[in-house]
């Protein structure tokens, strides 16, 4: 009746949401259990270090390890921007630009570690181990091959490379004061030297990179996630504390006023600059790649590393490969279309000051898409896995319930970056061109982070799955056709020609470093619309490994 009181207990009105342990056992029970060789009757895996785990508990020890370790990563690189920005303006437009080239040198060890973790996952699921430890020793062989080349030709490139990227166009002064123009040409000077020197010293140390790059992602493919955790913790702390004792500056913040305060002094003799932070790079990965094979040699769940596999087999090696080549193609081309993007940054005002605002704004963002990353980095293990095991129907589960925590972080951040840009700036730099710049970047891209993390957890995912071929045609359609014809249409940007001079821009008159960045944030509503077609499709989940 109307207007009665119900005495049922709320327990009872309520079984769903009372009984959290129901709910729980339901999820990780996947309805194809049945016909999966290897699932047990409850839907869980039967092989590898998740073995016997429900499906949240397998995500919250896949994720938290990955996201303290990403956590960790970010801070290196933090580090390395604010010790830049202590040292002065040009320094960290060459540090901005020397990001995206270390991007371009991990290119060839992240296509290897995608295949290492689709191949491993997949063994393991499949409870063949041999053919995970063959796995493990062909990706780390080649690793360290791939590694020195690139490190080769990077240290004879570093210098031209350097000149080409920080040279100052005539049109570029037009317009300026003499001292205006003798300040863009010193800065100039001084990001080009900057940009070689760090290069020079990161190119020695590529193929330890390499190796700790490879080694991690097979843990991962073999399920344990707080293993690299570990690696990265010492990783980080050699990074961040060499780096700035080597560097010799002291760490300072801009207040509300935009007045410079020292909140940390360096104690180290040494005055490095820039050339100790790529110092203390060095040696943290050399310490990373041994502590990486240290950990593999051990074994991790049946996977080990062992010394006959590191004799060149022709099969498994081409396994990986096949694997790695699409995600090769897929970053080299989302590398090449942002590096298009950085020389639009590069135009935006002579003097200098955009590219390094532009970094400081990735670098603060990088916070929010962390627990998005781990949990791509879950779902892509849990994919493999689960599709190894003959089980699309967890595979699909837990990459939804990785997507629902993932979108649920990143839009809380999403609005932290539009409530609070110009107190996150303070932190990072006391440079006046940044604290005027980086602010709205930040609240641009705060908008989008929503789609952001959609499209993050499901490229992750559909990479795990082996689904390669697939990210890398929807990765360069979205780069291509949408994000680099938007950014140069809002930019204002004039472009030079092959014969000398330049294509005025035929929409804008003045370059708008805010107009790059709602390109960028409005392509990736796109892009996230692109991946969830694709897993609502399915294909993702029919791809032979």
């Known amino acids: 009746m109307l207007g009665q009181r119900n005495n049922t207990p709320w327990r009872k009105r ?32 039967k092989k590898g270090r998740l073995c016997g785990l429900t499906m949240g508990g397998a995500i919250w020890v896949l994720s938290w390890p990955i996201l303290i370790e990403s956590l960790l990563n970010w801070l290196v690189g933090m580090t390395d921007t604010i010790i830049s920005a202590q040292v002065g303006v040009a320094e960290t437009d060459a540090i901005a630009v020397a990001g995206y080239l270390l991007w371009l040198i991990s290119l060839i060890s992240m296509a290897l570690g995608v295949g290492a973790t689709a191949l491993v996952s997949r063994s393991v699921g499949k409870s063949r181990l041999a053919v995970a430890n063959a796995a493990v020793g062909q990706a780390l062989l080649l690793a360290l091959l791939s590694g020195v080349l690139v490190g080769l030709a990077i240290f004879v490139a570093s210098a031209p490379a350097g000149n080409a990227l920080f040279r100052v166009h005539d049109i570029e002064l037009e317009g300026l004061d003499p001292a205006n123009v003798s300040l863009a040409l010193e800065r100039g000077r001084i990001a080009a030297e900057s940009f070689a020197a760090y290069m020079r010293i990161i190119a020695i140390g590529t193929p330890m990179s390499s190796v700790l790059l490879v080694g991690i992602a097979c843990v991962r493919g073999a399920g344990d996630s707080v293993k690299p955790l570990w690696v990265m913790i010492a990783v980080n702390a050699v990074n961040i504390s060499c780096s ?21 002094t360096n104690p180290s003799p040494l005055d490095f600059g820039i050339v100790g932070v790529a110092w203390g790079t060095m040696l943290a990965h050399t310490v990373g790649a041994a502590l990486a094979v240290l950990v593999l040699a051990r074994g991790v769940g049946g996977v080990r590393l062992l010394k006959r596999r590191l004799r060149l087999h022709k099969h498994t090696s081409m396994r990986l490969i096949r694997v790695g080549i699409p995600n090769f193609i897929e970053t080299a081309g989302l590398w090449f279309g942002n590096a298009l993007i950085v020389l639009m940054v590069r135009g935006v005002g002579a003097t200098g000051g955009a590219l390094g605002a532009h970094l ?9 898409f962390l627990p998005g990353f781990a949990m791509s980095m879950a779902a892509a293990t849990l994919a493999g896995q689960y599709l190894g095991a003959g089980s699309k129907a967890g595979a699909k589960r837990a990459i939804l319930i990785c997507l629902g925590i993932s979108v649920t972080i990143m839009g809380g951040f999403g609005f932290l970056l539009m409530l609070l840009p110009k107190t996150l700036t303070g932190f990072i730099t ?36 082996g689904d390669t071929k697939a990210v890398l045609v929807m990765t360069w359609v979205s780069m291509y ?28 008159d003045e370059p708008s470093l805010n107009g790059i960045w709602i390109g960028m ?21 029919r791809v032979r490994v």
């Open 14 to 45: 309520l079984p769903i949401l009372s009984d959290w342990r129901g709910i729980v056992q339901r999820v990780a029970i996947a309805p194809d259990a049945a016909d999966a060789p290897g699932l047990d009757d409850e839907g869980r895996l």
């Open 481 to 508: 056709a949408v994000r680099l014809p938007l950014v140069y249409a809002l930019s204002g940007i004039d472009l030079p020609l092959p014969g000398g001079g330049y294509l005025k821009h035929p929409f804008l």
């Open 244 to 264: 700035w004792l080597f560097s010799g500056v002291d760490l300072t913040r801009a207040d509300a006023a935009g007045v410079q305060q020292v909140w940390l």
């Open 430 to 465: 006391s440079q006046p061109e940044h604290l005027a710049m980086t602010p709205m970047l930040l609240f641009i891209i705060g908008t989008v982070q929503i789609p952001f993390a959609v499209s993050l957890l499901m490229r992750g995912a559909m990479r795990g799955a």
């Open 360 to 368: 400081i704004a990735i670098r603060i963002e990088a916070v929010s």
């Open 521 to 541: 944030s409005i392509e990736l509503v796109f892009r996230a619309a692109l991946f969830t077609g694709r897993f609502m499709q399915g294909g993702w989940s």
